[in-house]
């Protein structure tokens, strides 16, 4: 999912989609920059997790907002 989440964040409307499936070097760029985005994001969001406060919320009430949260400011820390 981080990796789609790649493509839809670097890729949404810089690719070239004929050129994707024509040439092999542009989709092999194509898909490192996803994977390595993937990788950043993974890295973030693992290190919030290992950072968790001491208090933590309860999972059925708040676990959607709570990951919205971590999802966007790790691509907010990625883009910076």
């Known amino acids: 999912m981080a ?3 790649g493509h839809a964040v670097l890729h949404d409307k810089h690719l070239n ?3 994707y499936f024509k040439d092999n070097e542009y989709r092999g760029r194509i898909e490192r920059e996803a994977d390595d985005f993937a990788k950043k994001l993974l890295r973030l969001l693992e290190k919030k997790k290992c950072n968790k406060p001491d208090f933590e919320p ?3 009430a708040t676990a959607g907002v709570v990951q919205r949260y971590v999802v966007t400011t790790a691509v907010s820390d ?3």
């Open 3 to 5: 990796h789609e989440l």
């Open 58 to 60: 309860d999972p059925p």
């Open 78 to 80: 990625m883009a910076a």
């Open 17 to 19: 989609c004929s050129l």
